[in-house]
């Protein structure tokens, strides 16, 4: 008893990829693959998503704790920073969500994407200069600033395309 499965490879080149196609696979329309292409936009921001959301929600709930932080705020000081990282965390928290309501329209959002990409940007320039001024943050902090200054803008390039069509 034998079995022979045939896998249907496609080359690939830059001019296909560039028009959202794949060399090789006709029955693949230019539609089709915008609208594949799309779909994994929309995924890919739902996951990275889940960085702020998470990270937001995290930093409401519990303040400073959340990051390494003392887990009662007893002074002043502490008061007070601890009530302003609840605040930016309330601010990350309401960019990821804004990023997952963009989501289904995704294609037609490049004002919003760009204006949440550059405050994301600016937030990371911010964690950067801490970074060169106090040393290396936490892994959680690195990997956030990672999502700041990589992911997030790499999407909003890939929306742009997706949004040109």
Not at 1 to 16: E, F, L, N, Y
Not at 85 to 105: A, D, E, K, Q
């Amino acid at each position: 008893m034998g079995c022979c499965v045939s896998i249907k490879t496609a080359a690939v080149d830059d001019d296909a990829l560039q028009q959202g196609r794949v060399v090789g696979d006709e029955s693949m329309s230019n539609e089709q693959a915008w609208s594949w292409t799309r779909r994994r936009l929309q995924i890919a921001v739902a996951i990275a998503g889940l960085v702020p959301v998470v990270g937001g929600l995290a930093g409401v709930a519990f303040g400073a704790a959340a990051f390494g932080g003392p887990t009662v705020a007893t002074e002043i000081t502490s008061i007070t920073l601890d009530s302003h990282v609840r605040y930016l965390s309330g601010l990350l928290l309401g960019i990821g969500l804004t990023f997952w309501w963009l989501i289904p329209t995704i294609e037609q959002r490049t004002r919003l994407v760009r204006v949440l990409t550059a405050i994301v940007v600016i937030g990371g320039l911010g964690r950067l200069l801490g970074l060169a001024l106090n040393g290396q943050p936490s892994r959680v902090m690195m990997f956030a600033l990672v999502m700041e200054l990589m992911v997030t803008p790499l999407l909003c390039v890939w929306q742009a395309r997706v949004a040109r069509g």
